[in-house]
């Protein structure tokens, strides 16, 4: 399709599905959590006893994931069904996004979800974020966004967010989480982590989710 299409990449917890979310609801346009699709992955992989090494398997699993997105309640306005079951809180855990970052690495799964990704750009338009939605799977997207903020940063956040939920993390172990993910993400030979070239990019470390969503509102108009 002709719909189009904003990008916004980056490394987990600088904001991009906050901003994304927000940007989507002010546009009244489509939204695709992509991170979503490879941590839905990981969970059919365990759900039904699959080794993460095993390539083949993974690869089928993630062509015929069995999900639906309903507008809803998860926290971030999404109910996901697999399979026939709801996906509860644990989608979101650091423990499913490493196993997500590991399935990730695996060409033939990102392969697999290529399509089915792209099937979301239909009209009015689409707001997609995750680590390859400009380089890769709309490397004609209209606007592309890379956004980052430092891991320290991105560690605090993490850890006032598990705060706000009763939970007491080490901000020594999110810290070391985020940066295994990092270099995971960032090295893989399989679409890594970096910006598009034409990507307009923001560090969050100092600015809050309003400014960067006001700063990315201002290079769409500017480019009209
Ligand atoms: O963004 P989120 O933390 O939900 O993503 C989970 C993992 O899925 C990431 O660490 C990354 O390895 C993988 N991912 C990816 N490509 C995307 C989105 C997510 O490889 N477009």
Redesign the pocket.
């Known amino acids: 399709t002709n719909a189009p299409v904003v990008t916004i990449?980056g490394?987990?917890?600088s904001g991009?599905?906050t901003v994304a979310a927000l940007l989507a609801k002010e546009l009244g346009w489509h939204l695709l959590?992509?991170?979503?699709?490879?941590?839905l992955t990981?969970l059919a992989a365990i759900n039904h006893g699959v080794d993460f090494a095993d390539e083949a398997s993974l690869e089928v699993l993630a062509g015929h994931l069995d999900v639906q997105f309903e507008p809803g309640q998860d926290g971030e306005g999404m109910t996901i069904i697999l399979e026939g079951e709801k996906v509860g809180a644990n989608?979101?855990t650091e423990e499913?996004?490493?196993k997500?970052?590991?399935?990730?690495?695996q060409p033939k799964v990102?392969a697999a979800?290529l399509m089915r990704?792209r099937d979301f750009a239909h009209a009015p338009g689409l707001v997609?974020?995750?680590?390859?939605?400009g380089t890769?799977?709309f490397p004609a997207a209209n606007f592309k966004v890379y956004l980052t903020a430092s891991a320290e940063e991105r560690a605090k956040r993490r850890q006032n967010q598990l705060q706000l939920k009763g939970i007491d993390a080490s901000f020594d172990q999110l810290l070391a989480d985020i940066q295994a993910?990092d270099e995971?993400?960032m090295n893989?030979e399989v679409?890594p982590?970096k910006p598009a070239d034409d990507a307009l990019q923001l560090d969050s470390t100092r600015l809050t989710i309003q400014e960067v969503f006001s700063r990315i509102l201002d290079g769409m108009r500017q480019k009209g």
């Open positions: 990449d490394p987990s917890g991009k599905g959590d992509s991170g979503a699709l490879y941590r990981a989608l979101r499913v996004g490493a997500a970052s590991k399935v990730a690495t990102r979800l990704q997609a974020d995750g680590r390859d939605m890769v799977v993910r995971r993400d893989r679409a982590l």
